[in-house]
């Protein structure tokens, strides 16, 4: 049974500051996804990897994939207090595309 | 381009009732999934529709029961309501024929209440 575990789970980070989630998963996979929630609301598709090596940013946010370590990581620039929410990885196993979520990481970025 | 829409935003029901909740699929995309996240837990795997034929299903009792129609849109329904089925229904459409990422975009859900 694919296993995906987020940590940490709670990060409180000023404003300004660098951080890095983590997440790794338990059966060899090459998608992986990573998604914002914000309370109350639905989830927010933020990055798509595809396969080893993949990198993808936008804005404050970076996402790498090392399929090998089965360990994907969401790297946080000079966060701002907009980016506090829940962050989820979800990994995609076999075609009928049933993702596996993360435990998530309610991230609060404080003035 | 039309998102994923879901309906009723909201639904309070009272244990042993039986509840559908549905989705319409953004435009172009032949397949649903349905997900159910608890309280501060991620979401979980319900079982997906792909062309109106279930196409995978999570650890879920058959009283979790799904559709899909001609049109591509889905209903969830549920039997037998227990507390433990109050939770935040998310439904998620994805184009299973696109080569690759098979991206799955949310709907707003629906936050059925069991008392």
């Known amino acids: 049974e694919l296993k995906v575990e987020q940590n940490p789970l709670f990060l409180s980070m000023q404003e300004g500051k660098n951080y890095t989630i983590y997440c790794n998963y338990s059966?060899?996979?090459?998608?992986l996804y990573w998604y914002r929630q914000d309370p109350g609301k639905s989830l927010e598709s933020l990055f798509v990897?595809?396969?080893?090596?993949a990198v993808k940013q936008e804005g404050r946010l970076m996402a790498s994939l090392d399929t090998k370590a089965r360990l994907s990581t969401l790297h946080i620039t000079a966060a701002v207090h907009d980016l506090s929410a829940t962050y989820f990885c979800a990994v995609g196993l076999g075609t009928a595309s049933k993702l596996t979520f993360g435990t998530g990481t309610r991230l609060q970025v404080t003035l | 381009e039309t998102g994923v829409t879901q309906s009723p935003t909201h639904l309070i029901k009272t244990r042993g009732q039986q509840v559908t909740l549905r989705c319409s699929s953004q435009?172009?995309?032949?397949?649903v999934s349905w997900y159910q996240q608890a309280l501060g837990q991620g979401p979980q795997f319900i079982f997906q529709?792909?062309?109106?034929?279930?196409?995978g299903r999570g650890n879920f009792p058959p009283r979790f029961s799904g559709l899909q129609f001609p049109n591509y849109s889905s209903e969830l329904n549920v039997n037998a309501l227990e507390l433990d089925d109050s939770a935040l229904y998310l439904c998620?459409?994805?184009?299973?024929?696109?080569?690759?990422?098979?991206?799955?975009?949310f709907g707003p859900g629906t936050r059925l209440t069991v008392l």
């Open positions: 059966t060899t996979s090459d998608r």
């Open positions: 529709y792909y062309r109106e034929e279930e196409n």
């Open positions: 990897l595809l396969s080893n090596g």
């Open positions: 998620a459409s994805s184009d299973m024929g696109l080569a690759g990422a098979n991206e799955q975009f």
């Open positions: 435009s172009g995309h032949n397949t």
